[in-house]
């Protein structure tokens, strides 16, 4: 199944956020949608999933497997949420519930899904926990959120994602708010999620070392539009607008990798290893 966004426009109070923005991503296929704080990539991503605020005003179109999405019912819209398109965003906190155990969020969406007893959620739950490689399954599904580590809550917020086994993959800046270490941990556990199963991915970071960790294609935005669009090696060696131009300087300070540091970088985050990709 593919995605194929044209021109799409967004207006928020009157002001146009969104200009003539167009992708696709094929089935199977791993985007990037990079930019500065406020280009427009988290707009961009709540348009595809029907999230967008109250009263902003779309044009252009969103076709998933050829059908439009922008004036779909909300109905129709939460379906295609929880059947097709997973998404990860950026705060796992502000996804988990904090009052519920992890294993019965992970489970929700399967229960509704599949109409599954307790029991067999529970089951359900802690197998989904072990595909995130959340330590000690059986029991983590009975902890509450606030008693996970970071990345262990943002584990959880991807078995959540998952556990109806989406096409395709929205995750907006998943890995920002986690230590460097532990986004590194994060993307390798996204990346074979999405290998495993075939699925297609739209990847938003303001970070090019990430993007060209896990991204095959960028699609840069600035103040709303797209500037560049390439395979991300081409944006990595040779990019043509300023704008990637600076993302790459940015990014150079912080790509990552076990085994070494770059040349004359003072460490990463303070962790004191990791090396240039
Ligand atoms: N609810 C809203 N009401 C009005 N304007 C908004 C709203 N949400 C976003 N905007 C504006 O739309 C533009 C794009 O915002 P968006 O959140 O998509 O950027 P972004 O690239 O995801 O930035 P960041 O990396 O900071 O999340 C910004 O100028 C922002 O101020």
Redesign the pocket.
């Known amino acids: 199944m593919s995605l194929a966004v044209r021109d799409l426009t967004i207006d928020?109070?009157g002001?146009r956020?969104l200009d003539g923005v167009s992708f696709d991503v094929p089935d199977g296929a791993r985007i990037g949608l990079i930019?500065e704080?406020?280009?427009?990539?988290?707009?961009?991503a709540l348009a595809i999933l029907g999230l967008l605020?109250e009263g902003a005003e779309t044009g252009g179109s969103i076709r998933w497997d050829g059908r439009e999405l922008l004036g779909l019912p909300d109905r129709e819209l939460a379906r295609l949420r929880g059947d097709d398109i997973g998404i990860v965003f950026q705060e796992p906190r502000t996804a988990l519930n904090p009052i519920r155990t992890v294993g019965r969020q992970i489970a929700e969406s399967i229960r509704i899904h599949e109409g599954l007893s307790k029991r067999e959620a529970r089951e359900r739950a802690v197998a989904e926990a072990a595909r995130v490689a959340l330590p000690d399954p059986e029991h983590i599904v009975a902890r509450y959120p606030h008693q996970l580590s970071g990345g262990q809550r943002q584990r959880v917020a991807i078995a959540m994602a998952l556990a109806c086994r989406p096409r395709l993959l929205i995750a907006d800046?998943p890995t920002t708010a986690l230590d460097v270490t532990i986004q590194a941990e994060i993307l390798d556990l996204l990346l074979s999620l999405v290998d495993d199963d075939g699925m297609s991915l739209v990847f938003?970071t303001?970070d090019l070392a990430v993007l060209s960790q896990i991204a095959t294609d960028g699609v840069v935005?600035e103040h709303?539009r797209v500037v560049e669009q390439a395979a991300v090696p081409t944006l990595l060696t040779s990019p043509v607008s300023p704008v990637t131009q600076g993302l790459l300087r940015d990014a150079t300070a912080t790509l990552w990798r076990p085994g070494g540091l770059p040349d004359g970088a003072p460490g990463v985050g303070g962790q004191g290893q990791g090396g240039p990709v």
């Open positions: 928020l109070g002001r956020v930019g704080s406020g280009s427009g990539k988290s707009l961009t605020p800046e938003i303001h935005l709303g």
